[in-house]
């Protein structure tokens, strides 16, 4: 089954910005809907962005303008460009299909301090 390898978190002021990468194997990545998910210490994991093969994109309202997210089928990876960053930000990053029918990777941890 898929591992997906998430990268580019790190600990920031509020405010500032970083940006998140996700690589995924498989011939029909460029087909699916990928989504970018996040858990906070204490709650459950919560949908943040998702986008479709031809880069239609959703945002959770929490985001909703401050994130970004992006694909490039060439190289099985998604991006979320995260900027305004708030403390209520701080998560674990994953990533997934829509329907989650990757495994769960490690994640990449984004700390946001006020």
């Known amino acids: 089954q898929v591992q997906p390898v998430e990268s580019g978190g790190g600990l920031v002021q509020a405010g500032g910005s970083l940006s998140l990468s996700c690589a995924a194997s498989?011939?029909?990545?460029?087909?699916?809907?990928m989504g970018w998910y996040r858990q906070a210490p204490g709650k459950q994991r919560e949908r943040v962005a998702t986008i479709t093969g031809g880069g239609s994109t959703n945002y959770a309202d929490s985001v909703k303008g401050r994130f970004t997210i992006s694909r490039d089928n060439a190289k099985n990876t998604i991006y979320l460009q995260m900027n305004s960053l708030k403390p209520e930000d701080t998560a674990v990053y994953y990533c997934n299909t829509n329907l989650l029918r990757f495994s769960w990777g490690r994640g990449t941890q984004v700390t946001v301090s006020s």
């Open positions: 498989g011939r029909a990545f460029s087909i699916q809907t």
